[in-house]
């Protein structure tokens, strides 16, 4: 399977920290993407990064991607309550999408 | 949110029986997924479409159909629903090397 793996699979800190999940995968990539999901709502894209690219950001998200060690990372940063939800990365080769078990990250205000 | 329905919202049904759950877009897109969800498990691709009667097999797709009869329309059928069977079912839809776009989900009980 390619499926990714999140580290950690729960995460709770509090509001202001900066949060920092992890996904590692298995085989070969054309991207990775990173969802989140609220409680009982389907997921929701937040970036997405190349298999060329090294870092991206998006306003208080920054992605790291290593096709070396096969691993990336998200950053939230400034965290918010809102911020509470699963985060999930998910490894696109072709058509198809292959996504980890998520992190729970719970920001208490 | 963009375009996808899907329905049942709820279902709870009893073991044996066919169980049909679709899904609809609005965006046009080519691509559209059927995954379930598990504790432990993430999202688990069943089956997904590239096209009009285009359909292939995912990860867990044992006991599960799917039919394509129009671009808009994705049905993922339960011929013999099974207790394993039960879960929150998604469908996505994207175009190729891009996002997914998710709908809210189908919560299946199979009793």
């Known amino acids: 399977s390619q499926q990714g793996e999140e580290d950690p699979q729960a995460l709770s800190i509090q509001e202001g920290e900066n949060a920092t999940m992890n996904c590692s995968y298995k085989t070969s990539i054309n991207n990775l993407q990173w969802y989140r999901q609220n409680s009982g709502r389907g997921l929701v894209h937040l970036i997405l990064i190349r298999s060329n690219e090294r870092e991206k950001h998006s306003g208080r998200l920054r992605v790291t991607l290593d096709t070396s060690k096969k691993s990336s990372s998200l950053l939230i940063t400034a965290s918010r309550a809102a911020d509470t939800a699963s985060y999930f990365c998910a490894t696109a080769l072709g058509n198809q999408f292959y996504f980890g078990t998520g992190t729970s990250l719970t920001v208490i205000p | 949110d963009a375009g996808i329905t899907q329905s049942p919202r709820h279902k709870v049904t009893e073991t044996g029986t066919p169980v049909t759950l679709r899904c609809h877009q609005t965006e046009n897109h080519r691509y559209m997924y059927w995954y379930r969800q598990d504790p432990g498990h993430g999202l688990r691709l069943i089956h997904y479409?590239?096209?009009?009667?285009?359909?292939d097999k995912g990860e867990v797709s044992d006991g599960y159909s799917v039919s394509r009869s129009k671009t808009e329309d994705f049905l993922l059928t339960l011929e013999s629903a099974t207790s394993s069977q039960t879960s929150v079912y998604f469908c996505?839809?994207?175009?190729?090397?891009?996002?997914?776009?998710f709908g809210d989900g189908t919560r299946l009980s199979i009793l």
């Open positions: 479409s590239y096209g009009v009667k285009d359909t």
């Open positions: 996505a839809i994207s175009e190729l090397n891009q996002p997914q776009h």
